[in-house]
């Protein structure tokens, strides 16, 4: 019966989203970040009117400038693909998902929109300080924008705040705070903001290491670098805190999720951490080609446990606890899971019928059922394949840990470099500014690992436990959604080649010697 | 406050404020209006970056625009979200390319090392000018000639293929185009786009021989702007109209429903007639009397005329998106809309829209106080696309 279910279009869907998805979170990172260094700067410049700052501003805002356009450009899809490719989704549970997306366009977009053009066109038009404040709230709108974009994601990994109508077929919210103060919405936001502050300082650093190394625009390179270098030691502490609680909060809500994140598959009290660890190709379960253990693995004991519930000696459920079930620790089994979910689904069905038949003794039965069981109403869909239920393990386990040990990387990074502007020498340091343009494409890596990790892992959701890919994806022919794909990749990486061009050839010709943009 | 409203005047509240939207968004496609007369207005470099640099510190304002809009219609309408941008998929995916060209062609045109050259970029820019206004046009013509889609929401019970709506044709929403209706209509906006284009202009761009040509371009786009908009509209007027039996839900063919809806509503019909002054006044004051502030009536003219057009689609017992395939499963803002928590918690961020105006106004002020010349492209402190 599975193959009732055409795989391949939802491969393709979800290609498509992850590519654009992916595309855009090359620019927005840097935009986000930049906004806040720059408002930085112009505030140094106008509380001490000394030009230079004024010239090192504006640099920084072309480079804002560039990537922002193309940001916009990759981000605009985003919003509609959730109709486009996944309409069942966007019914299913648009009465909580469009309210931030609707909130973001009109208190965010608008916000970051008007006051850019204040920002690139006003220097002569409207006061310093009306402009030092165009300059901060681009930088706040751009941050806001990425408030109300997370709080969306965030429901999607934990969805509260709602009841689903058995009279509408969908989700309803029923608490708004809920959706927006939820743990997952709150981690997420803190940790991908911070963590894109950080990139944005490390870009900086970066392309300030290589006009020293050039010996080129020495007190320009030399200043982005102290401003830098303290917004990202501040950022990268706060980055690895809010990754520390956004994996208890993972741990707690996506228990599948962090199991794949340490590829462990039998749970256990005293649950080590794999600090670094080398996967097999060959599936560990021949039932599932997601499953592959370990040829080598440093671990560090007792630490998963202590992550996940501060206590040592709590039990980390496996994959195969989530998979076969655990009576001691109560973890039910996926196969009871999807008979639940079974359930629910017939139940509803039931609901439509009774309701038809008008016969309300039968559809408060139905409901009753439906509600006991709604919490694995997505597992239902798993009837002929359970095996789907596990996320690609090695994905997940790399980018977890490639993402967590570049953010270790990135705060001692920033620790030397104020270490060396402190004592006089970050101009003599060769190695150091060297590591700094190396630091660059590094800081991209660590970024999309993140979203890998946190998209990856959580498959096969849309809705976590709720809705299933398969269950929400658009009714299109497959090949339409490969013509888009490629003419998406077409023109996206085009437009990423031009704009990696200007970006190089402006950083070349680096900032003006007066005014200019 | 929201919260003691009833839903459906919740629902005809969020209707009113897409309308708005939709509205705001045509008349702020005079930039890509303009996108379209770079050459015919611009003879020289130096005359096409003038009209480039006006129309560039707006393209972020129509392009947000767009964005809410998308957003609010998700929020409030998530069913037409679900059908239409899922069913329609080739006519809005070419929305969206048409949209992705133009976001980065002001920032990249002028800039060293582009990679693919100045005229590319605008090219770029013609190519949203003409298909981004043509296809908006001709989409929101279904709202009122229907598309080919079911909707059967008990769909997700069948775990195999849970698809809750399905487009019934293989096009996907490219069959739109092939209804002369929707085209007029499409054409209208394109035209209208233009119109509002060389007002918006020649009220920014202080340059003799683009304010001549501006002239002339006026008759070559008013005048077909003029006969595809009364061609739609009296055909609108005079065509059955697709109603719903607020009783039952029951959808029904109504003899000149949309002219009904007209007359049922008379502020309705006042805007609509306003709008459609404004909008003549505009043309002509710039016409025969060389006003360059005739944008302000074109501008309020067509905000007032597609608000009310948007209004009768979906007002007074009106289904929004008719089925052809089935009848029954017409989209209505009673049966397509969020819950009345959702719609009563939108309409409390909606009390921020004033606000939004607001600080949009100030900055546009501050922005454009004074219309651009050729010694502004020489100005090397401000930011020249």
New interface residues.
């Given amino acids: 019966m599975t193959e009732a279910f055409d795989y391949s279009l939802i491969d393709w869907s979800r290609a498509q989203f992850a590519l654009t998805a992916m595309y855009h979170w090359i620019f927005v990172p840097l935009t986000l970040g930049l906004g806040f260094i720059m408002a930085i700067m112009e505030t140094i410049y106008v509380r001490t009117g000394n030009p230079e700052w004024k010239r090192i501003t504006k640099f920084w805002m072309t480079i804002f400038g560039i990537n922002f356009a193309i940001g916009v450009a990759t981000g605009i899809i985003l919003e509609f693909e959730f109709g486009t490719n996944w309409s069942n989704y966007s019914w299913f549970v648009g009465d909580i998902f469009g309210a931030p997306l609707a909130i973001e366009g009109i208190m965010a977009f608008f916000l970051e929109s008007t006051f850019i053009a204040v920002m690139f066109f006003g220097w002569n038009k409207v006061s310093k300080k009306f402009h030092l404040v165009s300059t901060w709230l681009v930088a706040f709108g751009a941050s806001l924008s990425a408030l109300w974009i997370l709080v969306a994601n965030a429901w999607m990994q934990l969805p509260v705040g709602m009841k689903f109508n058995p009279e509408t077929a969908r989700n309803e919210m029923h608490n708004f705070w809920d959706v927006l103060l939820s743990p997952m919405a709150v981690s997420k936001f803190t940790h991908t903001i911070s963590s894109s502050y950080l990139l944005a300082a490390i870009i900086v650093i970066g392309i300030s290491s290589w006009y020293l190394l050039r010996k080129r625009h020495i007190v320009f390179a030399k200043r982005s670098i102290v401003v830098a270098a303290v917004f990202g030691l501040i950022t990268s502490i706060f980055t690895i805190l809010t990754g520390d609680y956004s994996a208890r909060v993972v741990a707690q809500n996506q228990p599948m999720k962090f199991a794949a994140f340490e590829g462990l598959y039998v749970g256990q009290t005293r649950a080590p951490l794999v600090a670094i660890g080398v996967m097999s190709t060959s599936p560990e379960d021949p039932d599932n080609e997601n499953i592959k253990d370990f040829v080598f693995k440093i671990e560090i004991p007792n630490f998963l446990s202590y992550m996940a519930f501060q206590d040592i000696n709590a039990f980390v459920p496996g994959i195969r606890d989530l998979m076969e079930g655990n009576e001691k620790y109560n973890i039910p089994s996926a196969a009871e899971k999807i008979a639940r979910g079974k359930l629910a689904i017939d139940a509803l069905a039931e609901f439509k019928l009774a309701k038809e038949a008008q016969d309300q003794a039968k559809m408060d039965e139905a409901r009753q059922i439906l509600d006991e069981n709604f919490q694995y109403f997505g597992y239902g869909y798993f009837v002929d394949d359970p095996s789907r239920l596990v996320p690609s393990v090695p994905i997940t386990f790399y980018s977890f840990h490639i993402m967590v040990a570049l953010g270790m990387w990135f705060m001692m990074f920033f620790a030397i470099v104020l270490l060396l502007v402190y004592k006089g020498k970050i101009s003599q340091s060769k190695f150091w500014l060297t590591i700094g343009i190396v630091n660059i494409p590094l800081a991209y890596i660590a970024s999309q690992s993140g979203w890998i990790t946190a998209e990856m892992g959580r498959q096969p959701w849309v809705i976590q436990d709720l809705m299933p890919t398969m269950a929400a994806v658009s009714r299109l022919d497959t090949n339409a959604v490969i013509t888009t794909f490629i003419l998406f990749g077409v023109v996206f990486t085009t437009l990423l080649i031009a704009e990696l061009k200007i970006m190089f050839k402006q950083i070349k010709i680096g900032p003006k010697q007066e005014g200019g943009h | 406050m929201f919260e003691t409203f009833e839903l459906y005047t919740l629902q005809q509240y969020w209707w009113i404020i897409i309308s708005l939207l939709a509205s705001l968004l045509v008349f702020l496609m005079f930039v890509q209006g303009g996108q379209t007369l770079i050459y015919q207005l611009g003879k020289t470099e130096t005359e096409r970056s003038l009209i480039i640099n006006t129309l560039g510190?707006?393209w972020?304002?129509t392009?947000?625009t767009?964005?809410?809009?998308?957003?609010?219609f998700?929020?409030?309408f998530?069913?037409f979200?679900?059908?239409?941008?899922?069913?329609a998929?080739?006519v809005?995916?070419a929305i969206?390319?048409a949209?992705?060209?133009?976001?980065?062609s002001?920032?990249?045109r002028t800039?060293?090392?582009?990679?693919?050259g100045r005229k590319t970029y605008e090219v770029f820019l013609f190519l949203n000018g003409l298909l981004g206004t043509i296809l908006i046009g001709t989409a929101v013509g279904t709202f009122f000639n229907g598309a080919n889609f079911s909707v059967d929401?008990?769909n997700?019970?069948n775990?195999?293929?849970?698809?809750?709506?399905?487009?019934e044709t293989?096009f996907?929403g490219l069959e739109a185009v092939l209804n002369i209706h929707n085209v007029a209509l499409g054409l209208s906006v394109f035209f209208l786009a233009r119109v509002l284009g060389i007002l918006y202009i020649v009220n920014s761009v202080n340059e003799e021989n683009i304010l001549v040509r501006a002239r002339r371009q006026m008759w070559n786009n008013a005048v077909p702007f003029l006969v595809f908009f009364l061609y739609f509209v009296i055909y609108l007027l005079l065509k059955q109209g697709f109603a719903v039996n607020p009783e039952t839900g029951e959808i029904f063919m109504e003899k000149y429903k949309y002219l009904h809806n007209l007359l049922q509503m008379p502020v309705v019909l006042i805007l609509f007639l306003a709008g459609v002054a404004g909008v003549l006044y505009g043309i002509s004051s710039f016409l025969f009397c060389r006003s360059r502030k005739a944008i302000w009536f074109g501008g309020a003219g067509t905000v007032l005329a597609v608000f009310s057009l948007l209004l009768i689609a979906g007002l007074n017992n009106t289904a929004y998106y008719p089925s052809l395939h089935n009848l029954q499963h017409s989209l209505t803002i009673r049966n397509s809309s969020?819950?009345h928590?959702?719609l009563t918690?939108?309409s409390y961020?909606?009390l921020?829209?004033p606000v939004?105006i607001a600080?949009?106004y100030v900055?546009w002020k501050?922005?454009n106080?004074k219309p651009i010349e050729k010694s502004d492209l020489d100005?090397?402190?401000?930011?020249?696309y």
């Fill in positions: 510190r707006k972020e304002l392009f947000t767009l964005v809410t809009f998308g957003g609010a998700f929020a409030s998530p069913l979200y679900s059908t239409s941008f899922g069913g998929y080739w809005w995916m969206l390319f949209f992705v060209i133009q976001a980065i002001y920032e990249y800039k060293p090392a582009n990679f693919l929401k008990m997700l019970t775990i195999y293929d849970s698809a809750i709506s399905r487009w293989p996907h969020s819950s928590y959702t918690a939108m961020v909606s921020f829209v939004v600080y949009i900055a501050s922005i106080n100005d090397d402190s401000s930011h020249i």
